[in-house]
Each structure stands twice: as structure tokens, then as C-alpha cells.
């Protein structure tokens, strides 16, 4: 659970083995390292400043919060995070449901697809891998609308599927495209033997296949987690009934509901911006990876 | 690097691979992949383009087609017009920001001699990523507020800039908008570029470290030349960006005040789920999807397989 590598050397992170550099890098002067450290913890600083500033306020009452608006203000009213909880705890609850959902159902499809696209040979395999991938090129701009006509139709407004389809139909597509990739890369042997025990095309699946891309499943999880917490748009205009509310939406109703009252709003960002936290405080090294493949995105 | 060695190397093996199991196994392996795509992805890409072709109004209410009228309509909408102006302004300082600052903090990130101050600052960069933009953007709304943070700022140096609020004021509400999230520094570019420094064979900064070149010389003249794949990924990735993006709008300014915020992105939000215009929605939607697409190819052609820049 450290946050540092046990080792800095060759860092084997899902398959990819890349050569970090261990030694100092020639061209700087102690002093100058001094100056870029201060350099980058100001700008950690400042690239946090908006949420040192919410936490400070969530203590606040409106008096405090008027008298001395951006300092720590005694005493600290810890009952703003009561108040808040007690509104937002629901939405934290949807958006557990919907994430979870969401993301047993991309992993279920794209798992699936990928071994069926990485290990086996049949007609037309090239051209429904092309048509899935093609999908990243698509922009979530051009969709938005028609989807919304789409998940209409479906009578989905107001319910969960309506996010968990789209999700799981926006996710699977760059998940697949990982997951075939490693799958192709699994050495051939261990299914010939299996084959050879007579193993049928799920016990290759289940028993072979899915335990050896563990580690590239874990990074596609983060990544979809990271994305589907923070989703505001999406589930605002495909949920209005309060009880059904995700997170975000739920956020952005109490923002209106507490424009005036500073503390528990703040309290309520503060709240909902912790989960994730945490879990990155158990998976900081698949998170780090899953965040790099992000890169991959367009 | 050892996936693009997966993706080419079957060839050779394939002929091993097995067929034993029945065809319409395999693709019931596939189908849920293929019919969610086809209902979800494919059907509304395809129903966009020609719902951007109708006077749809709502769902529900009958339209019909119109062909391009709708094209024809935005062009020459003001409003619009001025959105695209204001979505190039900040797209031009998107990829400014982008491309420099990312950079310039890998560098500063690489060139320190500890692994675990590397590894740390990274570490804290990332966790930025996770904060939900909206309550990002939420906080910096009161930052830029009227008697806000910036304002206790400015009058705290003495400068005489007390204002009615900078996403209020007409004239910098889109400065205000292009402000937020300063200093731009947690993002995925900073991966990219400290990916691409951790590629560099260090011979060649030991090499430079001989001819005296350092600190920002050795910066401009040696790993910017180096990392260009990397400059052209970050351009194309923040231009993408913020050609979509539309969360301050979302959430602070509504396009205003008057429209001196808006853009396209916003525009089709409002004209889809506010104004009743779904039509007209979709067509502002193929239109950014034709300039993401021209991008897309863009990059696919000029700048290398962003795979290129692996995980670390």
C-alpha cells in the first residue's frame, strides 16, 4: 500500500516492461534542485488551492464564513459534514450501484470479446474488431443528443440503465482493445495443454485466459471508476428524480440547494470527492498505470 | 515495445491456434460486445446525422426532414458564430497551456536525482485527476467571484482591480473561463512528456552535460527536439479537449453573460435539453464531430502511435 515503488528499476506493470532510470540525471546543481523544489511544491500548492480553500469552508458557519472567508476559523464545526452526509449519502449510494453495475458489465462483455477476438480464428473477426475500434474516433458530442432519443424510447429516463448501457457501450470499446491485445500475448502452451485435457472454450476463458490479464483488467476498472464517479452531464440529463441521483447530479442540486449556506455545501464536495481517494490509497500503483493508459485515449 | 511485439507476432502461431470449438461459440463470445456497440454507439452515431437533417423538436413530437437547413441556420446564427469564435480563443490558449506546462513540470519532475521525489511528485499531480471536476470548477467560481479570493488578491498587493466579478464582467468572463483550473498542472500531459523524457537514451544528456548545455539551453535545444512526438500527442489531445469541454459553462456562467462565454459544445446542450431544438443539436454535434474527426486523422497520420508512450 506504499505510495513508493519497492524498487525503482525495471517496473513490469501489466506486460510492458519499461526501463526507468535509476541513476542521477547529469545537469543539476544542488541548488538549482532546491529551487525546483520549491518551484513544484508551489505549484502543488496552487494546483490544490481549491481544495484546501473547500475544506477550510466546510468548518465554517455563514457568520465565520462572512467575518473571515479564506483562513481556519475556531471552532470547527464538524456538524457541516453531518448536515451534508445526511443529504448526499443517498447519491453516493447510486453512484456505487451504477458504477458497479456498469462495471461488471464492461468487464463481462469486453472480457469476453477480447479472448474471443485475441485467441481464436473466424470469419470476419478482422472486420468486427475494426468496427469496434472505429468507436474511438466517435466524441461523446456526437452521440449525446441521440442517445438521449435512444434511452428515451427505451424508457430508461430516470433510471439507472440509462446510464449503465451507454457506459457499459462507451467503456467495453477501449477495454476490448486492451484486452485483445494481451490476450494475443498469452503464450500458447498453457491453452494446448488444456486443450489437449480436453478443456472447453470457457474453462480456457475463466481458468487460463482471465487470471493471467489480471493485472490489465485492474487498470481498466480504475480508469472507468475514476470516469463514471465523475460523470456530471450525462447523468443530469438522464436523471431528475432525486432518489435515482448519482453523485454529481446530486452535487450539483445541492449546490443549489445550499448556495447560501457555505459549510455544508463545502462539506458535501469535500465528502464526495474522498472515495476515490481512498481507493486510490489501495491501488496507487494500478491507479499511476491506469492513469498512463489513459494516454492511449484520443 | 512488447505489446506492439504481441500485435505483430501472431502470424506464426495463428496456424497453432485452436478452431476446435464451434463457430457460433466464438461468437457468442463476441455478441454482447457487438450488440451493445451496434445499439448503443453505432445506432445513435447514425441517427445523429440524420436527426441533424429534421426539425426534431423533443422526443416524441413528429419532425421531418429538412435537409440542410439546419446547417444553413447555424451559420448564420450570430450566437453561433460567436461560439466558435470563443471555442477557437480557447482552444488556442487549451493548447498554449497544454503543451508548455506539462512539459516544463516533467522536466522540472525528471531532472530531480531522487526516484522517490520523482515517483512522489507524480503521485501528487495524479491525485488531482481524481477531485471531480465539478467540484473543481465549483471552487473556482468562488475563487473568480465577486470580492472572491483573486479580488482579496489583488487588493492585498495594491492593485486597483476590485471588481464586479471576472466571470461576470462581459469583457473577462472568457478570460475568467480560460483561467480556471490554474496551473494546469495534473493532467495526462505530464505523463506523456515524463514518459517520453524516461525514453531518451541518457548518453545523450551525459553527452550534452560535456558541452556545458543545462537547465533551460539543454531544455529548447536537446529534449524538446527529442520529445516532438510527444508536443504533437499533447496538441491534438488539448485541442480535442477543449473543443468538447464544457463544464464551466455548465456550471458557472451558463454562456454568459449575454453569450460572451459560449460555445458550440454548450450551445447544442442548451439547444437539445433547454430550447427544445434537438435538430439543431445534432447538427452542431456532427459539426464538432467533423472537426474532432479531421483532428483524429490528423494525428493518426503526422504524429506516432500514442502507444508509443507505454506505462511506466
Excluded: C
Excluded at chain 1, 186 to 197: M, P, T, Y
Excluded at chain 2, 31 to 50: K, R, T
Excluded at chain 2, 148 to 158: A, C, I, Y
Amino acid at each position: 500500500m506504499s505510495l513508493w515503488p519497492a524498487k525503482v528499476a525495471d517496473v513490469k506493470t501489466a506486460g510492458v516492461t519499461v526501463r526507468t532510470t535509476t541513476r542521477e540525471v547529469a545537469g543539476v546543481r544542488p541548488h538549482v534542485k532546491w529551487l525546483v523544489h520549491t518551484g513544484l511544491l508551489i505549484l502543488a500548492f496552487l494546483e490544490f488551492y481549491p481544495m484546501i480553500l473547500a475544506l477550510l469552508m466546510s468548518f465554517k458557519t455563514n457568520t465565520q464564513y462572512v467575518l473571515h472567508p479564506y483562513s481556519l476559523t475556531f471552532p470547527l464545526h464538524f456538524s457541516n459534514y453531518v448536515e451534508a452526509f445526511r443529504v448526499i449519502w443517498r447519491y453516493m449510494l447510486n453512484s456505487v450501484a451504477v458504477v458497479s453495475m456498469s462495471l461488471v458489465g464492461t468487464l463481462t462483455v469486453s472480457t469476453l470479446g477480447g479472448f474471443a477476438l485475441g485467441r481464436y480464428r473466424f470469419p470476419g473477426r478482422e472486420v468486427l474488431y475494426y468496427m469496434l475500434i472505429a468507436l474511438m474516433m466517435v466524441p461523446g458530442v456526437l452521440t449525446m443528443v441521440p442517445q438521449f432519443v435512444l434511452i428515451s424510447h427505451f424508457h430508461m429516463v430516470n433510471t439507472w440503465w440509462g446510464l449503465v448501457f451507454p457506459y457499459i457501450a462507451g467503456g467495453e470499446i477501449f477495454s476490448i482493445f486492451l484486452l485483445r491485445q494481451f490476450m494475443m500475448g498469452l503464450s500458447q502452451e498453457l491453452f494446448d495443454a488444456a486443450q489437449v485435457d480436453g478443456a472447453t472454450m470457457w474453462q480456457e476463458f475463466w481458468n487460463i485466459a482471465l487470471p493471467s490479464v489480471r493485472p490489465i483488467i485492474a487498470v481498466i476498472a480504475v480508469n472507468h471508476i475514476v470516469g463514471w464517479w465523475n460523470d456530471l452531464i450525462w447523468p443530469s440529463i438522464v436523471l431528475t428524480n432525486p432518489k435515482w441521483m448519482t453523485l454529481m447530479p446530486g452535487l450539483y442540486s445541492f449546490t443549489g440547494q445550499y448556495e447560501t449556506n457555505i459549510g455544508p455545501l463545502m462539506a458535501g464536495y469535500v465528502i464526495g470527492s474522498i472515495p476515490l481517494v481512498i481507493m486510490f490509497l489501495f491501488t496507487s500503483r494500478m491507479f499511476v498505470e491506469g492513469m498512463n493508459s489513459g494516454a492511449f485515449k484520443l | 515495445m512488447a505489446q506492439e511485439a504481441a500485435y505483430s507476432a501472431p502470424p506464426a502461431k495463428s496456424r497453432k491456434r485452436s478452431n476446435r470449438q464451434p463457430l457460433w461459440l466464438i461468437y457468442l463470445f463476441i455478441f454482447p460486445a457487438i450488440a451493445l456497440a451496434l445499439v448503443f454507439d453505432y445506432y445513435p452515431a447514425i441517427s445523429g446525422l440524420y436527426l441533424s437533417t429534421t426539425n426534431t423538436m423533443e422526443v416524441g413530437i413528429p419532425a421531418h426532414w429538412i435537409g440542410l437547413a439546419n446547417y444553413v441556420s447555424l451559420f448564420t446564427n450570430p450566437i453561433f458564430l460567436a461560439s466558435l469564435w470563443h471555442m477557437a480563443v480557447l482552444a488556442a490558449i487549451g493548447i498554449a497551456i497544454g503543451t508548455v506546462v506539462p512539459f516544463l513540470v516533467a522536466e522540472m519532475i525528471f531532472n530531480l536525482g531522487s526516484a522517490r521525489w520523482r515517483y512522489a511528485y507524480r503521485v501528487i499531480f495524479l491525485l488531482k485527476m481524481l477531485i471531480p471536476g465539478m467540484v473543481v470548477v465549483e471552487v473556482w467560481g468562488i475563487i473568480l467571484a465577486t470580492n472572491g479570493v483573486l479580488d482579496h488578491l489583488f487588493k492585498w498587493v495594491g492593485l486597483p482591480w476590485s471588481h464586479i466579478g471576472w466571470l461576470v464582467d462581459p469583457h473577462t468572463a472568457l478570460a475568467a473561463v480560460a483561467f480556471i483550473g490554474f496551473p494546469w498542472v495534473a493532467g495526462i500531459g505530464i505523463l506523456i512528456y515524463y514518459a517520453g523524457l524516461v525514453g531518451v537514451n541518457p548518453e545523450i544528456w551525459d553527452a550534452a552535460s560535456v558541452d556545458g548545455s543545462r537547465g533551460f539551453h539543454r531544455m529548447r535545444t536537446i529534449d524538446l527536439p527529442l520529445v516532438m512526438g510527444q508536443v504533437k500527442l499533447t496538441i491534438i489531445l488539448s485541442a480535442i479537449g477543449s473543443f468538447q469541454g464544457y463544464f464551466a459553462q455548465f456550471l458557472l456562467t451558463q454562456g454568459g453573460p449575454g453569450f460572451a462565454t459560449m460555445v458550440p459544445g454548450y450551445y447544442m446542450y442548451l439547444n437539445a435539453f433547454q430550447y427544445g431544438q434537438m435538430g439543431m443539436a445534432s447538427a452542431i454535434g456532427v459539426f464538432l464531430f467533423l472537426v474532432i474527426l479531421a483532428l483524429t486523422i490528423v494525428n493518426m497520420k503526422f504524429v506516432r502511435s500514442s502507444q508509443d508512450y507505454a506505462v511506466e
